[in-house]
């Protein structure tokens, strides 16, 4: 099994650009998460996601956008890139919400 | 509302015991704490699971008094592959399930 699997790695975007991050699971995990690291501070949560067709704001949902078609896969949308968006962006997932969750690699994003 | 507090670096030497607390006030009696590892370039990795008194697996023990205000991640006999940040994570109900990360404790194991 993959586990959490982040698409790209890597991405430079420009200002005012947008992109979606990508994340699928393949463990059939309820629950998906979205969170942003910024360099030495810990994990915030953007958006989470109990299950299909449903998606509920968390800390920092400003700037972001998320949908949840499919068990497996919780992509998150950058409309319009600023530089405050400029972090590590950590995709996981959950059997259920008191559960461990399992961790992608992350997406190392850069706005210049 | 729930908030968590951490040391923000410790610093140990092979095969010593550590000890990184977490002070979380305001927590729900049945929700879960729950400590993270993370190192460089990855994502972090479950470690321990606990709501109350002491629970040990293969790699760590979590202990938790019974006012719940606080718990400790306990590593014995550290090694230099220890070296990690290492996060706990609660979860408040009175926020709606809100998931609080902790800010993260830096470890560093010296030979």
């Known amino acids: 099994n993959a586990g959490v699997t982040q698409t790209p790695k890597f991405r430079i975007l420009k200002i005012g650009q947008s992109m979606t991050l990508q994340c699928a699971q393949d463990m059939n995990h309820n629950y998906m998460y979205w969170y942003r690291q910024d360099p030495g501070m810990g994990l915030k949560l953007i958006y989470y996601s109990v299950g299909a067709g449903i998606t509920d704001k968390g800390e920092v949902p400003n700037g972001y956008n998320v949908s949840r078609s499919t068990t497996e896969d919780f992509p998150l949308r950058l409309e319009l890139a600023a530089p405050s968006q400029t972090s590590v962006y950590f995709c996981?997932?959950?059997?259920?919400?008191?559960?461990?969750?399992?961790f992608g690699d992350g997406t190392r994003l850069s706005i210049l | 509302l729930a908030k968590t507090t951490q040391p923000i670096s410790m610093d140990s030497y092979e095969g010593q015991e550590v000890n990184i607390t977490c002070s979380h006030n305001?927590?729900?009696?049945?929700?879960?704490i729950t400590w993270y590892q993370q190192f460089p370039s990855q994502g972090p990795r479950f470690i321990i699971q606990?709501?109350?008194t002491k629970v040990t697996n293969e790699v760590a023990s979590l202990f938790i008094p019974a006012d719940r205000k606080s718990s400790t991640l306990s590593l014995p006999r550290v090694s230099l592959s220890d070296t990690a940040v290492y996060y706990c994570l609660v979860v408040d109900h009175n926020q709606g399930g809100k998931l609080i990360f902790g800010q993260g404790t830096e470890l560093s194991v010296k030979p």
């Open positions: 606990g709501y109350k």
């Open positions: 305001n927590i729900a009696t049945n929700d879960y």
């Open positions: 996981a997932s959950s059997p259920g919400t008191a559960q461990p969750q399992h």
